[in-house]
């Protein structure tokens, strides 16, 4: 019962956190801190111990990204002393594509990742689907710094991110979770096409 109430309270969470990102709002960083802690237990009592320990780093990713969104502005420093000099507020930080230099880290990163959380997972819990946990984990990680610095590409990690774990969710009977994820990964496609338009009148 208790399992269940934490899965709802976190599907209504997450629903918040998907509306707020899809605007590109800075506000989505709070539900971004309040959901992970309430999947800590989710994802531990259902023996998702990758999903679990990702958790983690979402608390910090979202301290991060609250504060990269601050006051990471891409802007020139004489352009920020011209916008001081006339009163004007800095803008708020623009939504860009990728940059080409990132990817091959990220890649990196990814496949560290996902081989050694699944060596982990195999070695030393009782996961019965370390390689699909794995994954999405290691996506995910790449997904959220992703959408810390503002990169549009961000969704299409989300977007096989949610359906991978829309089927693994439904395994674990995590139903509510599985359709939490099912919607994610319908309005990752629109929320990509949101952030290319706003992209275009930032």
């Known amino acids: 019962m208790e399992l269940n109430f934490l899965e709802i309270f976190g599907t209504i969470v997450g629903l918040v956190y998907l509306w707020l990102e899809y605007r590109a709002s800075?506000?989505?960083?709070?539900?971004?801190?309040?959901?992970?802690?309430?999947?800590?237990?989710?994802?531990?009592?259902?023996?998702?111990?990758?999903?679990?320990?990702?958790?983690?780093?979402?608390l910090i990713a979202a301290i991060y990204g609250w504060f990269f969104w601050m006051w990471g502005h891409r802007k020139k420093k004489s352009q920020q002393s011209a916008d001081a000099s006339i009163g004007d507020k800095p803008k708020d930080l623009p939504i860009v594509h990728t940059p080409w230099k990132c990817y091959l880290p990220l890649f990196l990163v990814f496949i560290v990742a996902f081989i050694g959380i699944a060596w982990i997972l195999i070695e030393y819990t009782d996961s019965n689907v370390p390689w699909l946990d794995s994954f999405t984990t290691a996506l995910?990680?790449?997904?959220?710094?992703?959408?810390?610095?503002?990169?549009?590409?961000?969704?299409?990690?989300?977007?096989?991110?949610?359906?991978?774990?829309?089927?693994?969710?439904?395994?674990?009977?995590?139903?509510?979770?599985?359709?939490?994820?099912?919607?994610?990964?319908?309005?990752?496609?629109?929320?990509?096409?949101?952030?290319?338009?706003?992209?275009?009148?930032q």
């Open 140 to 201: 995910s990680i790449v997904g959220m710094w992703m959408l810390a610095r503002k990169y549009v590409e961000q969704w299409f990690a989300w977007i096989l991110v949610d359906i991978v774990c829309c089927g693994l969710y439904i395994y674990k009977d995590l139903y509510f979770t599985s359709a939490l994820y099912g919607l994610y990964s319908i309005i990752a496609i629109f929320g990509y096409f949101k952030w290319k338009k706003l992209m275009s009148v």
């Open 26 to 58: 800075i506000y989505l960083w709070i539900a971004g801190i309040v959901m992970p802690a309430i999947y800590i237990f989710v994802y531990y009592k259902a023996g998702l111990y990758a999903d679990f320990g990702i958790n983690i780093y979402y």
